[in-house]
């Protein structure tokens, strides 16, 4: 809705704040959503993510959600769908070029972000919306990309001790594996 | 001068910028020498006649650094940017290939960067493009694939790293000189330099402005243009223009987007005897003031159906004459 969306944008830093919460939550549910598997859980978060984004950006579900970097400000309701915005358009008090009845999201986002703790990434250059992505959920893909992130940053501890003895790994891989190791398998010394 | 694209034997050669040089074109080495630099704005033709094409930037080509191609500007149809560009770049002149979002995606847009180059074309303009509903086809679809900050990163990537999107590689990757639009004159105001930033950050060289007639606005503007220090990284060319009546101002205030025209500008015009001449006179007095503006590196001419007047608004203007390089 319309002026729910701007009330969004208004109260950018307290949603700022609920999102920053929520992606953790959202991050620490990795292992659940992992067993569970990705795949399973997508229809019914879509749906649920797509009911309460609607309800209070207008979400359009293009699958990438940049909010946070965008003053909360939905880029996909800019009729021209800019992801580093304003155009060159906006009319006289700031409506849109194309529909004049409208605030220019941009001029919202802008507007949003500087009431942001985090509102200096509205500066940062956002690529191209990916279309194949549309309609799915954006909240699983960025916890699933945390997550990676962070099973990356454990895997790096094991890939510099590959390289630091990379001829005994060519002979004998098992002295420096590379894969990762399931929990059953590690003894983290707290276990009897 | 058409001999490189014809000539079998050099068919396929590609001229490598020199050194220091992103594309060497006369507007980047206009630029880069610390010159003022103007550009100018080509009428494209509703023809298929190359004879068309030439004419219309008969009255422009002595007096630019290059000529801009519009790339269906307010959605209207012309002769494509590309097509008036490989005809000018074989007769010699500099032009400045215009994109806009609006009516391709990135597949079209990145088939056409490499396109453009191979057909002589060294300047590049990277547009969102204004929205179908004000072109002579409203119904047509809109787009928007990329817009134009994104439009900038791709073609940077593609120069500078070989790879298209997709990080498939470019064997000859395109040298062009890339440029951006920014409107100083219309809200957000206190955002537009920051927007501006964005631009140098994905990728922006040169910067053309829409029309500039409001110069308090278009100076407190360049202030925070400066205070960011983006006056050394990018060369900004402000966009001016002749306008033949106070009608026409008028009309254009309310119908083309973008367009900021502050009232004394209009009664000026309408207190005139010869509201064509006055507005011939403001826009003079415009480039001589804009000139004198720290961090502006030249000024870009749209005189929109009054191609005719351009030269001699630059002659005496005095822009060009002389000029010790802008200090920026």
Not at chain 1, 47 to 60: T, W
Not at chain 2, 49 to 61: I, N, Q, R, S, T
Request: proline letters at 7%.
């Amino acid at each position: 809705m319309y002026r729910i969306r701007l009330f969004a944008v208004r109260h950018a830093r307290g949603f700022e704040w609920i999102y920053t919460r929520f992606e953790a939550v959202m991050v620490a549910l990795d292992p659940v959503f992992s067993r569970l598997g990705y795949n399973r859980v997508e229809r019914p978060v879509a749906v649920v993510e797509r009911a309460l984004k609607g309800l209070l950006f207008d979400c359009r579900m293009c699958g990438q959600c940049v909010l946070s970097s965008t003053g909360m400000s939905c880029p996909m309701n800019c009729p021209k769908q800019l992801r580093n915005g304003p155009c060159g358009g906006v009319r006289d008090g700031g409506f849109c070029e194309v529909r004049p009845a409208m605030r220019c999201v941009w001029v919202e986002g802008w507007d949003g972000a500087s009431r942001m703790r985090g509102g200096d990434r509205i500066r940062e250059v956002l690529p191209p919306v990916d279309r194949s992505l549309e309609g799915s959920s954006a909240w699983l893909r960025a916890s699933r990309e945390k997550a990676t992130a962070l099973r990356a940053a454990r895997d790096a501890a094991r890939t510099s001790m590959a390289e630091a003895f990379a001829e005994a790994r060519d002979i004998e891989p098992a002295s420096a594996p590379l894969a990762e190791e399931p929990s059953s398998a590690v003894n983290r010394g707290d276990q009897p | 001068m058409s001999a490189p694209y014809t000539d079998p034997d050099t068919i396929h050669s590609y001229e490598e910028p020199p050194e220091g040089f992103v594309a060497g074109s006369k507007l980047e080495r206009t630029l880069r020498a610390g010159h003022f630099a103007v550009t100018a704005e080509l009428n494209p033709p509703d023809s298929a006649d190359p004879a068309d094409v030439f004419a219309a930037a008969e009255p422009l080509a002595d007096v630019s650094d290059a000529i801009n191609a519009t790339d269906a500007s307010g959605a209207n149809c012309h002769m494509s940017s590309i097509g008036i560009c490989a005809l000018l770049t074989r007769a010699g002149h500099g032009t400045v290939y215009q994109i806009s979002c609006r009516d391709r995606n990135r597949i079209a847009i990145q088939g056409d960067v490499l396109g453009a180059p191979a057909m002589g074309v060294k300047n590049v303009l990277c547009l969102t493009g204004d929205g179908v509903g004000v072109g002579d086809q409203p119904g047509a679809k809109p787009v928007f694939d990329l817009d134009s900050v994104s439009l900038l990163r791709m073609i940077r990537t593609m120069r500078d790293d070989g790879m298209f999107l997709s990080g498939r590689r470019i064997t000859r990757p395109p040298r062009l000189f890339l440029g951006a639009a920014e409107n100083p004159c219309i809200e957000p105001y206190e955002w537009r330099p920051d927007r501006l930033a964005k631009k140098v950050e994905a990728g922006a060289e040169f910067i053309q402005t829409n029309y500039i007639y409001d110069l308090p606005r278009f100076e407190a503007f360049m202030a925070r243009v400066r205070d960011l220090g983006l006056h050394e990284r990018v060369f900004i060319l402000a966009g001016v223009g002749p306008l033949a009546s106070p009608r026409a101002a008028r009309w254009m205030r309310a119908n083309v987007p973008g367009i900021h025209i502050p009232d004394p500008v209009i009664d000026r015009l309408e207190k005139a005897d010869k509201p064509g001449e006055e507005g011939t006179r403001i826009c003079i007095e415009l480039m001589q003031r804009i000139r004198d503006i720290r961090g502006v590196a030249g000024v870009h001419v749209m005189a929109y159906r009054r191609e005719h007047l351009v030269s001699e608004i630059v002659q005496r203007s005095g822009v060009r004459a002389q000029a010790p390089p802008v200090s920026r």
